[in-house]
């Protein structure tokens, strides 16, 4: 049984990697190809391609420059899923090359089968999307519980299967103390996110370090090329002595941290699943703010606010992210058990809405029963 997956990003590629590894314990004959990233073709063999460094941008202009790009890797997926031939095309978030490709595949290739994994956020920017997607995929998988009411009100079958984060970061649980001195920075897991967000970061946490002197801080780097990117900002700060890199073990620092300034994205959910105090800080080119701000259907960019439909966790968007009120906020966190003991409630009652671990399993025996 051959499968194709496409997932562009680092979430995207962990979350593929479990589900490739619950395919394959319950069949084991399956045949992966595609693209992702490390742990995905890690799974898959030399078939698969390792595209992340590549695949992982944002913004409107970011999309615009690359557009060569991606048109050229748009044609070469098309290329791969005809030489394959596989019984289905499993699609893992990355809406902006994987709606495109499920819409062209239903009219190239009917008989495949398109399953969507992780269902793109067109709830929080573009409803209409909905029943134009229930005509061009077979089944959606979504980790979010009221995802799955919507979509199928469209007349899209789907299955909430629960967030695949539950089931990986129970196993990451290390039982360390927090150090009271210690902030975490997870400044993004793409090129572009970490030149826009690390500096103001920087910034931030220099406020912090006047107000207390004994701070120190980790940075969370997605991988080796942003660790490397990382320390370059480093080494041109006055702060090079306060802090350290650490590479592929954000779990690990938001369980020793005892804040965080984190960018928008799913590390915001792991935070609340660690419990770890945060702001959320984050910015884009302005002319991908501002279509974000026209397109945008929720007043939260945080999932955990958009969870509890009220703000739980500071965001610092764009032009507010100045670091004097970013270190205020952080200040309050590090300083205020009440406040400190609050957000952590509510993170509680956040994770506790995501359902209890095997997603990755429920979602390979979905796909298997489509097959």
């Not at 044609?75 to 490709?101: M, Q, T």
């Not at 009219?107 to 005509?135: D, L, T």
């Not at 984190?262 to 915001?268: E, K, L, V």
Request: aromatic share 10%; with cysteine.
């Amino acid at each position: 049984m051959k499968i194709y997956f496409v997932a562009g990003e680092a979430s995207g590629d962990e979350h593929g990697a479990a589900l490739m590894h619950s395919l394959r314990d319950l069949a084991p004959d399956c045949e992966f190809f595609g693209r992702g990233g490390p742990q995905m073709k890690a799974i898959a063999g030399r078939a698969f391609t390792n595209w992340i460094d590549d695949a992982a941008v944002v913004g409107l202009w970011e999309v615009v420059k690359h557009y060569g790009y991606f048109r050229e890797q748009f044609a070469k997926a098309l290329e791969e899923i005809d030489g394959s031939r596989p019984a289905a095309v499993v699609l893992i978030d990355y809406p902006g090359f994987n709606l495109r490709l499920a819409r062209t595949l239903r009219v190239r290739s009917p008989q495949i089968k398109i399953i969507y994994y992780i269902s793109p956020q067109v709830w929080a920017w573009n409803r209409g999307r909905i029943r134009q997607m229930a005509r061009y995929l077979d089944l959606m998988l979504c980790i979010f519980p009221f995802e799955a009411e919507l979509y199928n009100l469209s007349g899209l079958r789907t299955i909430f299967v629960g967030h695949p984060m539950i089931e990986t970061l129970a196993k990451r649980r290390t039982g360390e103390g927090r150090d009271p001195n210690l902030i975490g920075l997870f400044p993004g897991s793409r090129s572009r996110e970490v030149r826009k967000i690390f500096p103001v970061m920087l910034k931030a946490v220099a406020e912090i370090i006047a107000h207390r002197s004994e701070t120190r801080f980790e940075v969370a780097a997605a991988s080796e090329t942003l660790a490397r990117e990382i320390k370059s900002f480093l080494a041109r700060s006055p702060l090079r002595e306060r802090g350290r890199v650490v590479t592929s073990d954000s779990s690990g620092t938001m369980q020793r941290a005892f804040s965080g300034l984190i960018a928008s994205g799913t590390a915001t959910l792991e935070a609340a699943y660690f419990r770890l105090p945060f702001v959320l800080v984050y910015k884009v080119s302005w002319p991908t703010y501002l279509a974000a701000r026209l397109l945008m259907r929720t007043p939260f960019l945080g999932m955990p606010n958009v969870l509890a439909g009220r703000e739980i966790v500071p965001e610092f968007l764009q032009h507010e992210a100045r670091p004097k009120a970013i270190a205020e906020s952080v200040l309050r966190l590090m300083n205020d058990p009440a406040v400190r003991s609050r957000m952590a409630l509510e993170f509680d009652a956040i994770i506790g809405k995501l359902g209890e671990t095997g997603a990755s399993a429920k979602a390979a025996k979905a796909i298997l029963a489509e097959l």
